[in-house]
């Protein structure tokens, strides 16, 4: 690895780069936004009744008198309901701080794929109710009307390329298919989703019965695409821009904790302006040969300090392994904070961290932030083998000054360990008050499923139970 050998131990290292106590300033509080998540929903689910009222006072339900007609009602309703939630669908993907903070990452990321496919099927619905409800009062074919609408209607081609694309973005979005593809190329196929809403924006005011003679109606929907287009702007270009200029941040060294982990150390300034904390995640673009347009999230491996902000990862494919080849010096870009993965979301004084291989990282910086108090904190650590486990001498500092007791699982289940080594029997004995704490987990998916399962036997409430999955957005 370059510069390695030139390196200091891990320890050493945090401490050459720490502020002296007496001239350290606090992080920035992360801002706290007036909504609610109850007002959020109402506010969503809220233009969607809007937005059939106003179809209906357009006086569409007195001409469902014939089949015909039935099915072009369907064909406006999707069309609107298909339009507003692609809409929704773009404020989800604006990274608004707002939202990350009252719902969560992983909340958002489940809704934006369910979302994502009501979209496709809305607007496939519309492309064929209008269709065959055209067709039918033509006396037309479906494939015959199909022609039609593409050879002599306004915007028309352009809303079937639209239509196209968010086909496409579905298609790739399915599980069998996303799994194939790297996280760039999944990334750059859903920025479509921007050229699917505009392709398609001339042809909604154009040719929409819902518009025909109804600025207070074009004026709403003008209104809503300008909305989704600011927090887009805003919190995807105007906000890490601004972060960019105003800290300038750049790589200090690099440091392999173990083999095919590394640890990068980011300075810069005013980071003590960052509103972060310990569990949260950035995402990171380092702008080197070859990698500065790809974008990738990563947790903080230690507690924001206002002095430097450190990121662990671990060697999992072509973007990571290039991590390697990077030299103190090159500038970063980062976009974030992100995640409500925190401290403050304890409910109770005393915590349990179960953290699985490299999901130790946001767990190693829980630990700086919460309370000092011996037995508070408990971290169970698992690992298939001790190269694989990575902080062992920060964990066990930590431990020796914090006051946190920690257990490492390691090695092979059924072999070294038991075969359920996180089971209910094992994880009460190991903290038999574990229903009286907040527990954090952060691991391989598997493993959070096995922990989630194991709190739920011993009886921990589910708000009690807090995961990170590093949901991609």
């Not at 506010?43 to 008198?65: F, K």
């Not at 479509?192 to 074009?218: K, M, N, W």
């Not at 996180?422 to 190991?430: D, G, K, M, S």
Request: with cysteine; glycine share 8%; hydrophobic share 50%.
């Amino acid at each position: 690895m370059t510069g390695a050998a030139t390196l200091p131990p891990a320890v050493p290292l945090l401490e050459s780069l720490a502020v002296p106590a007496e001239r350290r300033r606090a992080v920035a509080t992360p801002r706290r936004w007036g909504l609610r998540a109850g007002d959020v929903v109402f506010i969503v689910l809220g233009n969607a009744v809007l937005i059939v009222v106003m179809w209906v006072r357009h006086g569409q339900l007195p001409n469902l008198q014939s089949a015909t007609a039935m099915l072009s009602a369907a064909g406006q309703l999707t069309a609107l309901l298909g339009t507003y939630a692609a809409l929704v669908q773009v404020v989800l993907m604006s990274r608004s701080p707002w939202l990350d903070q009252l719902f969560g990452v992983d909340r958002i990321a489940g809704w934006h794929r369910w979302l994502g496919f009501a979209t496709v099927w809305l607007i496939a619905g519309h492309v064929v109710f209008s269709t065959a409800g055209y067709a039918a009062g033509d006396g037309r074919s479906f494939l015959a009307e199909t022609w039609t609408f593409l050879t002599t209607y306004p915007y028309m081609l352009m809303a079937y390329a639209g239509f196209a694309a968010f086909v496409v973005i579905a298609a790739v979005s399915v599980r069998a298919a996303r799994r194939r593809l790297t996280h760039e190329t999944w990334h750059f196929i859903h920025l479509y989703v921007y050229l699917a809403i505009a392709l398609s924006f001339g042809h909604q005011i154009a040719v929409g019965t819902d518009f025909e003679r109804d600025p207070v109606a074009i004026g709403y929907w003008v209104a809503l695409y300008v909305a989704a287009a600011l927090l887009v702007l805003a919190f995807r270009v105007a906000i890490p821009v601004n972060m960019a200029l105003k800290h300038d941040l750049k790589i200090h060294s690099l440091f392999e904790e173990t083999p095919g982990v590394l640890s990068i150390y980011i300075t810069g300034d005013c980071l003590e302006e960052l509103p972060a904390h310990a569990g949260q995640f950035f995402k990171f673009r380092f702008l080197a040969r070859g990698m500065w347009w790809r974008v990738h999230p990563f947790s903080l491996s230690a507690a924001p300090n206002g002095t430097f902000l450190r990121i662990t990862v671990k060697e999992v494919g072509d973007f990571t392994g290039a991590l390697h080849t990077l030299h103190p010096g090159t500038r970063v870009l980062v976009e974030g904070p992100y995640g409500i993965f925190t401290s403050e979301r304890r409910t109770r004084p005393r915590t349990l961290l179960v953290a699985g291989g490299i999901g130790i990282t946001p767990l190693r910086a829980l630990l700086e932030e919460l309370p000092a108090r011996k037995g508070g904190t408990v971290l169970i650590y698992r690992a298939r083998s001790w190269p694989d486990v990575v902080f062992r001498q920060e964990l066990d500092q930590l431990a020796a000054d914090r006051g946190v007791v920690v257990h490492y699982v390691v090695g092979r289940r059924g072999v070294e360990v038991a075969r359920s080594p996180l089971a209910p029997q094992a994880l009460r004995t190991a903290v038999p008050d574990v229903r009286e704490r907040d527990v954090f987990i952060c691991g391989p998916a598997e493993m959070i499923a096995d922990v989630t399962a194991t709190m739920t036997a011993l009886g921990v409430p589910p708000a009690q139970v807090h995961r990170e999955r590093f949901a991609l957005l």
